[in-house]
């Protein structure tokens, strides 16, 4: 079946730190892959997504994430967090083929010390 | 433009009762789903309707029910409310596929 891991439950980095924010999935053939932030109370917001081409790509807010096939991975990258960072960040598994809908990872919280 | 607009924004309602919950999506926008997110459980897919037709119905009891107006504006209905039922529904509209998406902010439903 196909599923989606995001193993760290919660993080916490200090400002001005990288982040990494690990993905994997499990999917038959080459997904459509999501990342979205959620801040409490709200809704998802899209930060980038891929489908194909370059495996590296760019998103809002200073975001990215890497494609890698090899390790059915997606994980999510910024080079300096901010305090406005923290929030939850989910990665998603996109089936564009009969069923329109994402699957979800559990999520990853993050927190950020000042 | 106008974002996706979820209302009511908070409900609390007691067990047996029914529940509907409305999402309008934005303009131009055919495709509206639906998840239900929860502590236990996450994200979890609900339905999609794609002018006003059912194209996918995720693993929930027949409890859960929605439908799409011709003005692409949706609804879902949940019946004989459960306490397990408590989660924030979250709707989305697109185009027409999951590349699209546009969340809303979501409903809060509360079963006491």
């Known amino acids: 079946a196909q599923s989606v891991t995001q193993p760290d439950i919660h993080i916490t980095v200090s400002e001005g730190a990288s982040l990494e924010l690990r993905c994997n999935y499990s999917y038959g053939a080459t997904p459509y892959l999501f990342w979205y932030v959620q801040s409490p109370g709200q809704g998802l917001q899209l930060l980038l997504k891929?489908?194909?081409?370059?495996?590296l790509v760019q998103g809002i807010k200073g975001f990215e994430a890497e494609f890698k096939r090899s390790q059915s991975s997606f994980n999510l990258r910024k080079p300096s967090v901010h305090w406005s960072d923290a929030a939850e960040y989910f990665c998603?598994?996109?089936?564009?083929?009969?069923?329109?809908?994402?699957?979800f990872g559990q999520g990853t919280r993050l927190t950020i010390n000042p | 433009k106008a974002g996706v607009t979820q209302t009511p924004r908070y409900l609390i309602k007691t067990r047996g009762q029914q529940v509907t919950l409305s999402c309008s999506p934005i303009s131009g926008h055919r495709s509206v789903s639906w998840y239900q997110q929860t502590p236990g459980q996450g994200l979890q897919f609900l339905f999609e309707y794609f002018s006003e037709t059912q194209r996918n119905k995720g693993n929930f009891p027949g409890r859960f029910s929605g439908r799409q107006f011709s003005n692409s504006r949706s609804e879902m209905n949940v019946s004989t409310l459960e306490l397990g039922d408590s989660a924030l529904y979250l709707c989305?509209?697109?185009?027409?596929?999951?590349?699209?998406?546009?969340f809303g902010s979501g409903t809060r439903l509360t079963v006491v």
């Open positions: 891929y489908f194909s081409g370059d495996t």
């Open positions: 998603a598994v996109g089936f564009v083929q009969g069923a329109q809908k994402l699957v």
């Open positions: 989305a509209s697109s185009l027409g596929g999951v590349d699209g998406y546009t």
